[in-house]
């Protein structure tokens, strides 16, 4: 990452609309009656059901999803006691935060004053409006005070992130690195040096994990914390103990663990040497950290390294933590954030970094294949599965604890929620996996010697979504397997050009000779096909000997879909086949055809084209509502296009009159019904929702859903191919991992359907 600059962070917080969140209506308000509905004087209503009921604040306003973050700026990052004021853009930070990696909507309320009544009286003041309080950039020793207090005498969870975010994140770390270096969490000495809210919070969790307390010296800037010193507040007092050491000098020596929460440069390497076998080191001072990376991992070669920051390995960042801990604690609306909570967060994380990684979060990384070791001890911030892992978890602790007044039967649907709630994943395509999982099928991947690939059959035999058949030379898939740590120890790998299939390939080549003798093929050509890939699967699909068939990863789609055509054929009356992309917005899924396959498809074509993808619609359990789009509505402009899209609509209309289908219109009709319908109310479509997109030619297709997944930001799945006769599918070029495994669960359930 490139230095941030003054001029860089100052134009970035003043460009365009000044600071970094805003406001935005959830309900309809464009017209007279919406605004009657939104205030005056349809607002009363609700107003007296919350007199009736207060827990309905929770069922009309945005109270259950509404976090106050809260500061009075004494103890800002690193620049100390510059007021209240002063703090504003961090604390506009930490909501934009709240909201990108949970959803939980913001405001930042700025408290000027220092004094603890004040502060206390003011928030309990304005706590009705929230679901939750979060504390920040407080001094100590007040911010224990403050927040103890807030905890008691309100009932909506309070939670100061510098004292137990990092305890909570420094907590799952240490659990993982003590389990790869195998010490005993009971026997391990630990060493704090800093004092504050955050070390003193780390500290007290560390013993409710099973660090002893008397195991655990910590120093504040004039040295360790022992019976010696005098003046010491109370919370200090807690971890005084009965020691010769008066320096970090003298407290590192033996120790397992350093956990700095102080200023930079203060950790030498000498003292880094006197430590015990495998020490770990979490140097947690921003910018620049107790000892710099370089030093520490030169002075010990089995050193376990951990800081704040994203340029190192083992970040250790709050962002982990706070976001998913409110996020679970809100959807059970808690009335508190207590230790069972802290624990479960601590637990999840943990766990989550024993788990395969995403490829998302190698490629933010720039890394090949992150997976659980000393360099990889806890989740990264850019992880997507962070909430549905630390949420949940969080509420069910809420709920076993009785603090939750609600609670969550289905899980796995809350879990889903969660999912949609980020656009991490769509409800067609969780269902899509889900019947694939309740009857794998025999999947073959021709292009197995690749990365993406092999990580991607890792998830699907995971997810247990197919059981993978891998094509390729047998010793270089395994050496890939091997040097990317992936758990594909017991897969089946087929290598076609091996001798020993040699009695396969001549079945298999006598089979294709008979169907393309009178089309210019000899034996000769068909024995050499079967030493492809591709060739290869297909023909496994086409003999039974597997189910299912996905190439098409490192190909061009013309050089796959050739060889696929003339192996399988067409399973239609139509004898036609055509591409289908399915297009994941927040509105819902959109298909797109024709894609990949006819290039200027004439008006029976693009018939041919809206059976195909209405009976695939149907089989998602969607009904099809079509639209023919082309420049013009009906036959307000004279063209080519047009005209052929206009002929199809009227042969569907004839032929299939059970179809909702028409055209030919321009998108923007199309997808607005308020504007179709008050333009065109005589149109088939009436009042609904279009959800199926037929468009004029290939062009205008292939680049529709590449503008819709570029700039629109949307997820794509595909292409489907339609009208083949067997369940062979064509990835696009360097799909992601994602993608690949979305497209064999729509293989898998495209074979159990032909089955």
């Given amino acids: 990452m490139s230095k941030i600059t003054r001029e860089d962070a100052l134009k970035y917080h003043s460009s365009g609309r000044p600071g970094k969140i805003e406001v935005i209506p959830t309900k309809p308000h464009s017209t007279q009656r919406d605004l009657s509905l939104a205030y005056s004087p349809g607002v009363a209503e609700p107003c007296l059901a919350i007199r009736d009921d207060p827990e309905d604040a929770y069922k009309y306003t945005a109270k259950g999803n509404l976090v106050a973050v809260m500061s009075n700026g004494t103890a800002v990052l690193g620049l100390g006691d510059i007021g209240a004021l002063q703090g504003k853009p961090v604390m506009e930070g930490k909501g934009l935060l709240f909201k990108i990696f949970s959803d939980v909507d913001v405001f930042d309320i700025e408290i000027d004053r220092k004094e603890v009544n004040s502060f206390i009286e003011v928030a309990k003041a304005i706590a009705p409006t929230f679901g939750g309080i979060n504390l920040e950039d407080i001094k100590a020793p007040e911010c224990f005070e403050i927040e103890e207090r807030l905890k008691k005498e309100l009932d909506i969870p309070v939670f100061h992130d510098d004292q137990h975010g990092t305890a909570i994140i420094s907590s799952a770390g240490l659990l993982n690195a003590l389990e790869l270096v ?25 013993v409710t ?3 002893k307390r008397e195991n655990i010296l910590m120093l504040d800037s004039r040295g360790v914390l022992n019976t010696r010193r005098t003046g010491l507040n109370k919370y200090k007092q807690k971890f005084v103990r009965e020691t010769d050491a008066n320096t970090l000098k003298d407290a590192m020596k033996g120790a397992d663990v350093f956990l700095g ?25 921003n910018p620049n950290p107790e000892i710099a990376y370089e030093k520490a991992t030169a002075a010990r070669d089995d050193i376990i390294f951990a800081t704040g920051r994203s340029d190192y390995p083992n970040q250790i960042n709050n962002v982990l933590g706070f976001p998913f801990i409110f996020r679970g604690a809100l959807d059970v609306r808690a009335t508190g954030i207590n230790e069972e909570m802290k624990l479960a967060a601590v637990k999840a994380l943990a766990s989550l970094t024993k788990q395969d990684v995403p490829e998302v979060v190698n490629k933010a990384y720039k890394v ?14 850019l992880d997507p599965r962070l909430i549905f892992h630390v949420a949940p978890a969080v509420a069910k602790a809420a709920i076993d604890t009785g603090v939750a007044r609600t609670s969550i039967e289905d899980w796995e649907a809350y879990e889903e929620s969660l999912k949609e709630r980020m656009g991490i994943e769509n409800r067609l395509i969780h269902e899509v996996r889900v019947k694939a999982q309740q009857n794998p099928k025999r999947l073959v991947f021709s292009e197995a010697a ?22 390729g030379e047998k010793s270089q898939i395994e050496q890939m397997i091997k040097d990317y740590h992936l758990e594909l120890d017991m897969v089946e790998i087929i290598d076609q050009t091996d001798p020993g299939v040699k009695s396969i390939r001549e079945k298999y080549a006598q089979k294709l000779y008979k169907t393309r003798q009178r089309k210019g093929m000899t034996y000769e050509d068909a024995l050499q096909q079967m030493l492809l890939p591709n060739q290869f699967g297909m023909m496994m699909v086409s003999e039974g000997d597997a189910d299912a068939f996905l190439s098409g990863f490192s190909s061009k789609y013309a050089d796959v879909i050739r060889p696929a055509i003339q192996i399988a054929g067409t399973n239609n009356r139509q004898n036609h086949i055509a591409g289908m992309d399915i297009v994941h917005t927040k509105k819902g899924p959109y298909f797109f055809a024709d894609t990949t396959v006819n290039v200027q498809p004439s008006a029976q074509t693009l018939v041919d084209t809206a059976l195909l993808v209405a009976e695939q619609v149907e089989h998602f359990n969607i009904e099809p509502i079509i639209a023919l789009v082309s420049f013009s509505n009906f036959g307000a402009l004279k063209g080519a296009s047009s005209l052929r899209s206009r002929e199809a609509v009227q042969i569907l209309h004839k032929e299939h009159p059970e179809l909702i289908v028409d055209g030919e219109m321009q998108m923007n009709y199309a997808l607005n019904t308020d504007l179709r319908m008050q333009k065109f109310p005589f149109s088939k479509l009436g009042n609904r929702k279009v959800n199926t997109i037929i468009f004029p030619n290939l062009s205008s297709g292939n680049i529709s859903y590449k503008m819709m997944q570029e700039i629109g930001g949307s997820n794509v799945t595909g292409p489907i191919l339609l009208g083949i006769g067997k369940p062979i599918h064509i990835l696009q070029m360097e799909s992601e991992v994602r993608e690949i495994v979305d497209m064999a669960a729509f293989a898998v359930v495209d074979a159990q359907f032909r089955g």
């Avoid at 929460?261 to 947690?284: C, G, Q, Y």
Wanted: charged share 20%; proline share 6%; hydrophobic share 50%.
């Fill in 368 to 381: 090949e294949n992150l997976h659980f070791g000393r360099d990889y001890i806890i989740p990264k911030p």
């Fill in 182 to 206: 195998n010490k005993k969490i009971k026997e391990i000495k630990v060493v704090v040096n800093g004092a504050g809210a955050s070390a003193i919070s780390c500290a007290k969790l560390y």
């Fill in 209 to 211: 994990l099973g660090v």
């Fill in 450 to 471: 690749n990365f993406k690939m092999l990580k991607a059959v890792q998830t699907i035999i995971q997810e247990k979504i197919a059981n993978p058949v891998l094509l």
């Fill in 261 to 285: 929460l102080s200023v930079a440069d203060v950790l030498t390497p000498e003292m880094v040497k006197s430590m015990n076998r495998d020490p770990i080191v979490f140097a947690m001072a």
